[in-house]
């Protein structure tokens, strides 16, 4: 694979996206995206409400999959690999790649159980094991110290705030490399919000983050790369910092002006 | 301006109004209802309470209406139940699923597959009867076995299953489907963890309500020809068998009084069973979405 967009720091590669054009039934939702999303960065994706954002990072773990008249064409490497090539098995590209979504989604059990639902589904039966993965998964979400005494409680008794950074913890504890995250604070009030930036900022030690959002001074906080979408298409992708005060496409300088979106 | 504030007043009092007669129509209609079952209730009670006693629980059938028992028909309502639930439950709820979950593309067959299940949950259960007869009773050679009857009444059963399930399924909401699918979950993995536990209580109560519908039909029993006059308890799924509403139809067309009460006290013990079984629903409802929620 060769990267289609120029970094401007030698950073490995995490995903390559060629010529990706994706289609709900007759409706085409992407149009020729090519980009590239460097590893251990947080990558965000920015544009007007309906303009693909969720599409694009929803192709990255194949959960569009699952949708029935979902479609696309074009390439998708990770690490060098073509995502959607026959001979890979989509659920070990999800294990590889988390999601969180817009709204919360804890499950209907016990926050323990939360937690344990990726590890036991790859096999981990042993209790202890299990224990010490809930407990650094929790405490890498920056939760640990608000449920450590409520494992046992129903997650959907938590505040959205919560339940989001649970999302988050029950997302780690399968071990990916990447994390997806689709608006994730876009239910929360400022206060939480917070606490995910602040939160997701510390997770690019270890993690690819791709993040999208419609709110553009979270991009200018938190990111290192944006890509601006609109209509479907990547009108610009580059460095935060160059997005913001400099662009390229007149378009893009609009839209972070807020004269549009 | 006022005179628009006028209007809407005038709107909202008419509203009102009829409102106040729509609670009148629809408390007088319930109430209605509920005074009919009630003296009907009451009249079956005071014709047949006498009768209830261990001796009529205990006995086979007789000539003579005093020494008359509903055993047989009691033991052959719940064992024909249980193998219906046991033959119709994995089935509808297998269906259900694989229409929720898997047939999700809407093709020409799946539509002809769910038109065809609404329509049959509407089918007289005469003609299930029939089907039942010709099918299980003569091709298969059961006989009028208990199997044969219950054969039939899982099929009359199914269609409310499986409609019933799917609407339990359906409630699940999508953004917990994707979450699991999220963190590696197979299709039957999210399936098995996560929407089947949610949707149980559901499934369940549905399930139950429609079988008890199985114990009061006597149509498809009577083509399939379940006899009144068993004096043993079936012992094996081929045996023969007969059930309690048609011991009751045998008691009410005899000439004697006294087989007029056992027909009463038998009502008394089909409401009992029904009442039971309707118990049991919203038990078990209630207990799976407390262990679910908190
Ligand atoms: N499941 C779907 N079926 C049909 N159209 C969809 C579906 N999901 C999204 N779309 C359409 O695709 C376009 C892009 O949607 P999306 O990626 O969700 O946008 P964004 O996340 O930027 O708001 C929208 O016009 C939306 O209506
Ligand atoms: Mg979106």
Redesign the pocket.
């Known amino acids: 694979m060769s990267p289609v967009v120029e970094l401007k720091e030698e950073q490995p590669i995490a995903f390559g996206i060629q010529d990706l054009n994706a289609w ?2 007759s ?1 085409q ?1 992407l149009k020729n995206i090519s980009m590239s999303i460097p590893e251990k960065r947080i990558t965000a994706i920015i ?1 007007p ?7 694009l990072i929803r192709c990255l773990n194949r959960i569009n999959d699952l ?1 029935p008249d979902f479609r696309l064409e074009g390439q998708i490497y990770f690490k060098g690999k073509e995502i959607n090539d026959p001979s890979v098995d989509p659920i070990e590209v999800r294990l590889r790649i988390g999601m969180v979504f817009q709204k919360p989604n804890p499950f209907p059990k016990s926050i323990y159980d939360n937690i344990a639902y990726g590890p036991r589904l790859i096999g981990v039966k042993n209790g202890s094991r299990l224990d010490g993965i809930v407990e650094e998964s929790l405490k890498k979400a920056a939760i640990w110290n608000e449920v450590k005494d409520s494992l046992r409680k129903s997650a959907l008794a938590l505040s959205g705030g919560q339940q989001q950074r649970l999302c988050i913890a029950r997302t780690l504890a399968v071990d990916p490399e990447v994390l997806l995250l689709d608006e994730p604070c876009s239910a929360l009030d400022p206060i939480a919000t917070g606490k995910i930036e602040e939160l997701i900022y510390r997770l690019k030690e270890e993690y690819t983050v791709a993040i ?1 959002t419609h709110n553009m001074q979270q991009a200018a906080r938190v990111s290192n790369y944006t890509g601006f979408l609109l209509m479907g298409e990547l009108v610009e992708f580059g460095p935060t910092e160059k997005i913001f005060t400099n662009p390229a496409d007149s378009r893009t300088e609009e839209y972070i002006t807020g004269r549009f979106g | 301006m006022k005179l628009e504030g006028m209007h809407l007043q005038r709107m909202l009092r008419g509203q009102k109004r009829s409102e106040r007669v729509f609670k009148i129509v629809a408390g007088g209609a319930l109430l209605f209802a509920l005074v009919a079952l009630a003296i009907l209730i009451i009249d079956v009670f005071l014709d047949g309470f006498r009768r209830l006693d261990w001796q009529f629980l205990t006995s086979f059938p007789s000539r003579k209406p005093e020494r008359a028992g509903v055993l047989s028909a009691l033991v052959g309502t719940v064992y024909m139940m249980g193998l219906t639930a046991l033959l119709a439950f994995p089935i509808g709820v297998g269906a259900a699923i694989y229409l929720e979950e898997y047939a999700r593309k809407k093709n020409w067959f799946s539509r002809l597959i769910e038109v065809n299940i609404a329509n049959l949950a509407g089918v007289p259960s005469i003609l299930y009867g029939l089907l039942g007869l010709e099918l299980f009773v003569r091709m298969m050679g059961l006989g009028r076995s208990v199997l044969a009857g219950a054969l039939t009444m899982a099929l009359l059963v199914l269609p409310i299953v499986i409609i019933a399930s799917r609407e339990a399924i359906r409630v699940v909401s999508p953004a917990i489907k994707e979450g699991s699918f999220a963190l590696g979950a197979s299709r039957w993995q999210t399936i098995w963890y996560q929407v089947l536990p949610i949707a149980f209580p559901g499934i369940l109560t549905g399930s139950i309500l429609a079988f008890s519908r199985v114990i009061g039909e006597a149509a498809p029993m009577i083509t399939i020809g379940a006899l009144a006059f068993i004096a043993f308890l079936p012992d094996s799924p081929l045996s023969p068998f007969t059930v309690l509403p048609i011991q009751i139809f045998n008691w009410v067309s005899r000439p004697q009084k006294g087989f007029f009460t056992c027909a009463a006290a038998g009502i008394l013990i089909l409401l009992a069973v029904l009442l039971m079984m309707n118990a049991a629903a919203v038990f078990l409802r209630q207990r799976y979405q407390k262990r679910l929620y908190l």
């Not at chain 1, 409400?49 to 599409?55: A, D, E, I, L, R």
């Open positions: 709900y039934g409706f939702a544009g409400s309906g303009c693909g954002k969720s599409t949708i999208v």
